[in-house]
């Protein structure tokens, strides 16, 4: 099936240094998302964009976050700076659209990032 | 506003007996589409089910759901449960102007021998 890919898939870093975690999502789809999982807890939204533009986003996705997909290559999260309650898996998803069965998400392996 | 919930945090459950995760929505749409996505720990999350029309009932791999629009409900089910099918889960709604998604908190099923 249509496949998400992530890289990298773990990344350690010092507090307060910048991070981009990067998205490969499926090549027709239209919608990008952004989920943040720590660690035994339930996964949950972040930030979802569509035609170059942030279209929604969760109170999680603090001013340090942003996201692009400069000319259709990969879609990015930075984080700047990063902090040490940003250590999770960052799942990223993509979908052809947002109603009915386009809206199903495909996602990735997420990127594990651990914040020293 | 538009929103989806997953009462249940966690179930834990012994091997063999029946599974309900459950699921409601609101919209002001009439139009809902649901879905429901299984994460394994370790894995990607992936769609397990998605929902017909009112009061159709779909099945995949041994689960199965129905949307009762009457309750704004499309709660997951399972005769048996398995140690494999412990996982969290996840309740999306997806309403049919293209507008919006949303995902549940989810749920936690820890299946016990």
């Known amino acids: 099936g249509p496949k998400v890919l992530q890289i990298p898939s773990h990344q350690i870093i010092d507090m307060g240094q910048m991070v981009t975690l990067n998205c490969d999502p499926v090549?027709?789809?239209?919608?990008f998302y952004w989920y943040k999982q720590i660690l035994g807890q339930q996964m949950e939204f972040l930030v979802n964009f569509y035609n170059g533009k942030v279209m929604e986003k969760s109170k999680l996705f603090k001013d340090q976050f942003s996201v692009e997909r400069p000319d259709g290559s990969y879609f990015t999260l930075k984080i700047q700076p990063t902090a040490l309650e940003d250590s999770a898996v960052y799942f990223c998803?993509?979908?052809?659209?947002?109603?009915?069965?386009?809206?199903?998400?495909?996602f990735g392996p997420g990127t594990r990032l651990t914040v020293l | 506003g538009d929103s989806v919930t997953q009462t249940e945090g966690l179930v834990t459950l012994t091997e063999g007996l029946p599974v309900m995760l459950n699921c409601t929505y609101q919209t002001i749409y009439s139009n809902a589409f649901l879905f429901w996505y299984v994460h394994y720990l370790n894995e990607s999350p992936w769609l397990l089910l998605r929902?017909?029309?009112?009061?159709k009932r779909t099945e995949h791999q041994g689960f199965h759901a129905t949307l009762h629009k009457s309750s704004s409900s499309f709660h997951l089910q399972k005769s048996s449960a398995q140690l494999s099918d412990s996982a969290l889960y996840y309740c999306a709604l997806s309403d049919g102007s293209g507008t919006y998604q949303r995902f549940g908190t989810g749920t936690k099923l820890q299946v016990v021998p």
């Open positions: 998803a993509s979908s052809l659209g947002l109603g009915g069965n386009y809206a199903e998400q495909f």
């Open positions: 090549s027709n789809h239209l919608y």
């Open positions: 929902s017909s029309t009112d009061n």
